[in-house]
């Protein structure tokens, strides 16, 4: 977030609230994109990799992720949340 904050704050924006979230499932999906990067696996989407029961699995995840995610404010995440405002 500090790259991204740098380059808010030098168009006149003001940062209200930054934080990562998706960071409960950072390593996994760190670990599926590097295998199938290794073994030159390619998917067609990382959102067809999945059945009814996983998507249920990873939705609760998800879900806590998203309320936990601006209360820890995690060093990393697959994604991240910017509220910003201008001056």
Known sequence: LKE??????????QILESY???????FPIFL????????KI???????VNNDFL?????KIFSLDVLLAPKIKS???????????KL
Do not use: D
């Open 4 to 13: 991204i904050s740098q380059k808010i704050t030098q168009q006149n924006l």
């Open 20 to 26: 990562y979230f998706n960071f409960v499932l950072f």
């Open 32 to 39: 599926f994109r590097k295998i199938t990067k290794i073994f």
């Open 42 to 48: 390619k998917p067609v989407s990382e959102n067809r």
């Open 55 to 59: 998507n249920e699995v990873l939705k």
């Open 75 to 85: 060093p990393y995440g697959v994604s991240a949340f910017l509220f910003i405002q």
